[in-house]
Nanobody, 129 residues
Framework: QFQLYESGGGSVQAGGSLTLSCRAP????????IGWFRQTSGEKREERGA???????????DYASFAKGRFTILQDPAKNTVTLQMNNLQTEDTAKYYC???????????????????WGQGTQVNVST
């Protein structure tokens, strides 16, 4: 049974923007690392790459290098959501985006997909020229 639910995916032209939303249990906020990973069509499940994470206890955020300056992750405990605002999208951003979560701080393993116990079903983002 999934505990994370993504929404907001879709199709956009290069240079456009999308905002993804992840709904998580209220109990995750303040105690869990929550974030986003993505998987392109050519990648295997174990090759999913980190996009951004936030430790909901302190608000500490980590971004993958490609996401810095273009993507913004925000938590809203009042709405039990973590959003990923994506600007200036490029064709290489086309992927299925997954919301992830695990207990405790994101820490030095924030980039490692095997660290996360909770995964959503994913939402597809398609960027065209």
């Amino acid at each position: 049974q999934f505990q994370l639910y993504e929404s907001g995916g879709g199709s956009v032209q290069a240079g456009g923007s999308l905002t993804l939303s992840c709904r998580a249990p209220g109990s995750f906020f303040g105690s869990h690392c929550i974030g986003w990973f993505r998987q392109t069509s050519g990648e295997k499940r174990e090759e999913r790459g980190a996009v951004a994470t936030v430790y909901t206890g302190t608000g500490i955020i980590d971004y993958a290098s490609f996401a810095k300056g273009r993507f913004t992750i925000l938590q809203d405990p009042a709405k039990n959501t973590v959003t990923l605002q994506m600007n200036n999208l490029q064709t290489e951003d086309t992927a299925k985006y997954y919301c992830v979560a695990d207990w405790g701080k994101c820490g030095s393993s924030w980039w490692y997909q095997g660290y996360y116990a909770f995964w959503g079903q994913g939402t597809q983002v398609n960027v065209s020229t």
